[in-house]
């Protein structure tokens, strides 16, 4: 059996000194599009970010943009078997990651955003083929339906993201 449960809050925040580093001298991240629309529907409630994949510091990025501006932080959901492997696991734990499922998405949704990356697996034919765009998968939506139904709610925000360049 192996720990897939997310390390303390204080571990998750200690990240953003590295991060910063990759965000502003590494990749220099340039942010575009309804940035401040997405600020303000985040620091209301919670949302689900829906994202395309390359590799895992996508993931690091929301994480940092969003914090750094106050608007929360992220779960995000990543494929159960990346937990199976030492390295990636507590890396995956330190950053609040869970394993995915319809259930988590929503449970963890309750307490702060999600981020899930409907390519799933899927992404991983882009490196062999990068005209092949991979197909999304639904689960996105079956946890905003299951979150609606179990907190009574009436609406989820869904904010969909997009980038180039990661890979």
């Known amino acids: 059996k192996y ?4 390390m303390d809050d204080r571990v998750y925040e200690g990240h953003v000194k590295w991060i910063r580093i990759l965000h502003d001298y590494y990749h220099r991240v340039e942010h575009h599009g309804y940035m401040q629309e997405a600020l303000d529907i985040a620091r209301k409630e919670h949302v689900i970010f829906v994202m395309n994949h390359s590799i895992m510091l996508e993931a ?3 994480n940092f943009f969003l914090i750094t501006h106050g608007a ?6 990543v494929f159960r078997e990346a937990f199976k492997v030492p390295l990636i696991r507590e890396f995956s734990r330190s950053c609040q990651c869970q394993p995915i499922s319809v259930e988590k998405g929503a449970e963890c949704l309750k307490k702060r955003h999600i981020l899930i990356f409907p390519e799933g697996m899927d992404f991983i034919s882009g490196f062999v083929n990068p005209d092949r ?9 079956r946890m905003a339906k299951t979150y609606l139904q179990k907190s009574g709610k ?7 993201i997009g980038h180039a360049g990661f890979e």
């Open 3 to 6: 720990n897939d449960r997310p």
């Open 60 to 62: 690091a990025m929301l």
């Open 72 to 77: 929360g932080k992220v779960s995000t959901l």
């Open 133 to 141: 765009v991979p197909p999304f998968h639904r689960g996105f939506l």
């Open 154 to 160: 009436k609406s989820v925000c869904v904010i969909p």
